[in-house]
């Protein structure tokens, strides 16, 4: 897996929205591939929690037969976290300040996210 690459597209969706403050990518068990991250944060948490997450948004859309899940975005009081599924193997994290633009983020990250997936896939 080339994680020069997976790096270069997490750089890049940082770079074309606005408000972006990190990002990683897990295996959908949490286990961490790669984290651009502020040194405060503690990324094996945040990728085994946004997992769970996944894990219970994958299954309430099923069980409300809106298909496959897509993304969940919170909204909390200092700003947003945004969970990408990519593809069935893994997830994306998005963490962005109070003037994240999250429509923009939901048109880029599309993208991005088969790029990862492909990535991820070849490996």
Do not use: K
Not at 59 to 75: D, P, W
Not at 81 to 104: F, H, I, K, P
């Amino acid at each position: 897996m080339n994680h020069d690459v997976l790096a270069a597209e997490l750089h890049g969706l940082r770079e074309r929205v606005a408000g972006i403050t990190d990002t990683l990518i897990a295996a959908n068990d949490g286990v961490l591939i790669l984290a651009d991250m502020s040194e405060g944060i503690d990324t094996e948490v945040i990728s085994a929690l946004a997992a769970a997450d996944l894990g219970i948004a994958r299954r309430t859309s099923e069980i409300a037969g809106h298909g496959a899940f897509r993304q969940a975005v919170v909204h909390s009081s200092g700003g947003y976290m945004a969970v990408y599924a990519v593809g069935s193997l893994a997830l994306m994290v998005v963490l962005g300040d109070e003037g994240l633009n999250v429509a923009r983020l939901h048109q880029e990250s599309q993208p991005a996210l088969e790029r990862i997936n492909s990535i991820l896939s070849a490996a």
